[in-house]
């Protein structure tokens, strides 16, 4: 079972460059989401989709774009990456209906941008 | 908007002594769905326990147990007789059912606790 598949794992950008980080589930999850997990701030929500077609903001949006064009995957781009854009990524997935289940997450992507 | 208070930031303990982390939430949704996640050194989340706002019974679940209180808005965990392989941080997280709220399944995080097991 792969579950939640973030690529690539590790990535370093000169600021201004751009870049897309590709979530993958294969769980049917109608739910996804991209969080960011800095030192002594825990992870706070960047954006997510409550199904194929549909994005929201979350708590920390800007600088960030997404889509969901197949329900399988929830892309993150950056368009110009700043420094402070340096964190590391998690994207994860729950399924839908009536009640919220819990949600299952990638392994993280590591993000510096120098 | 939903909020979640992890009010300790580090916590360290010696092992078999028993530890509590507290979790303290706040939504204006009456449907709502609370979380305790563990992310051990090497980074991965791992989920331990969900619980939906209308069931207040407190779980065990071996050396973890879990104190709902509805009535204080706090979702506590805590380890009896802990190990160093408990050292890692956890959160608690909070979800709105969006019944009355209107949010749409947002899953809000706690900033987490660093619990340190010593030997």
């Known amino acids: 079972n792969a579950g939640v598949t973030q690529t690539p794992k590790f990535r370093v950008l000169k600021t201004g460059q751009s870049m897309t980080l590709l979530c993958a589930q294969d769980?049917?999850?109608?739910?996804m989401y991209w969080y960011r997990q800095d030192p002594g701030m825990g992870l706070r929500l960047i954006h997510y989709?409550?199904?194929?077609?549909?994005?929201a903001k979350g708590e920390v949006p800007d600088g960030y774009n997404v889509s969901r064009l197949k329900k399988q995957n929830f892309l993150l781009g950056l368009e110009s990456a700043a420094p402070s854009q340096t964190s590391v990524y998690f994207c994860?997935?729950?399924?839908?209906?009536?009640?919220?289940?819990?949600?299952?997450f990638g392994q993280g992507t590591r993000l510096t941008v120098v | 908007a939903q909020k979640v208070t992890q009010a300790q930031t580090e916590i360290s303990v010696v092992e078999k002594e028993d530890v509590t982390l507290d979790c303290v939430y706040e939504?204006?949704?009456?449907?709502?769905?609370l979380f305790w996640y563990k992310q051990p050194p090497s980074g991965e989340l791992v989920f331990l326990i969900r619980?939906?706002?209308?069931?207040?019974q407190n779980e065990i679940s071996g050396r973890y147990s879990w104190n709902f209180q509805k009535s204080t808005s706090s979702f506590n965990f805590t380890i009896t007789a802990s190990q160093v392989v408990d050292s890692a941080v956890y959160f608690c997280?909070?979800?709105?059912?969006?019944?009355?709220?209107?949010?749409?399944?947002?899953?809000?995080f706690g900033s987490g606790t660093q619990l340190t097991v010593l030997p």
């Open positions: 769980m049917n999850h109608e739910y």
């Open positions: 939504t204006r949704d009456t449907t709502y769905y």
């Open positions: 994860a997935s729950s399924s839908g209906g009536a009640s919220v289940r819990e949600a299952f």
């Open positions: 997280a909070l979800s709105e059912a969006g019944v009355s709220s209107g949010s749409a399944r947002q899953l809000t």
């Open positions: 619980r939906n706002s209308f069931d207040e």
């Open positions: 989709s409550v199904g194929e077609g549909t994005t």
